[in-house]
């Protein structure tokens, strides 16, 4: 179980700056790994009224669930990792561990499991440490759509905001708002 402070500065990219990125910082095709995202929601849409987003991410190997609540900056997240068994199990129940964090931030917020599944995305994703903070290069497919984005994940709102920017002007891009993958997601289907 982990608690922290999401402060991340993001930006879509066409197809082919994408690769331009690519290329830039030498990312390879192994230095990519896949991750699948699936959403939940009750079915009045509570999380989302709250600006809330809950999912399971499944990588290769393992599994987190993670809840994503607004905070003053950034957003708080609430991680439990779970086994890749585990995590099918809750994905086809809409129940989430008693024993979780997550379970029991949800229980705080007056919201009562079996959720509701509400999508899935998947994502093709590098990263790479920067003196400015984590780099992610992702290329997402979700519905019938298909995008790229970068993002920059970083400690403090005000110099991480001047650090994106300085990045986006040495590789020349132009910011394009770039909604949370939950919200690309449901805004597609």
Do not use: C
């Amino acid at each position: 179980m982990s608690k922290n402070l999401e402060i991340e500065y993001k930006t879509m990219l066409s197809e082919e700056t994408f690769f331009r990125i690519t290329d830039y910082f030498q990312l390879k095709e192994e230095d990519f790994f896949i991750q699948v995202n699936t959403y939940f929601d009750t079915l009045d849409s509570q999380l989302k009224q709250m600006n809330a987003g809950l999912r399971i991410r499944t990588f290769a190997d393992n599994a987190e669930i993670t809840l994503k609540l607004p905070a003053t900056v950034g957003l708080l997240e609430i991680n439990d990792e779970v086994s890749l068994k585990q995590a099918e199990e809750i994905s086809q129940s809409g129940v989430f561990p008693e024993n979780s964090e997550v379970f029991q931030k949800l229980s705080q917020l007056n919201i009562v499991t079996p959720l509701h599944k509400i999508g899935q995305l998947k994502t093709k994703r590098a990263q790479k440490k920067l003196p400015q903070g984590l780099l992610a290069l992702d290329e997402s497919w979700y519905n019938n759509d298909h995008d790229y984005e970068l993002e920059l994940e970083v400690t403090d709102a005000e110099s991480g905001r001047k650090a994106f920017e300085q990045l986006l002007s040495t590789l020349t891009i132009k910011e394009i708002n770039a909604p949370n993958k939950i919200q690309r997601m449901m805004s597609s289907s």
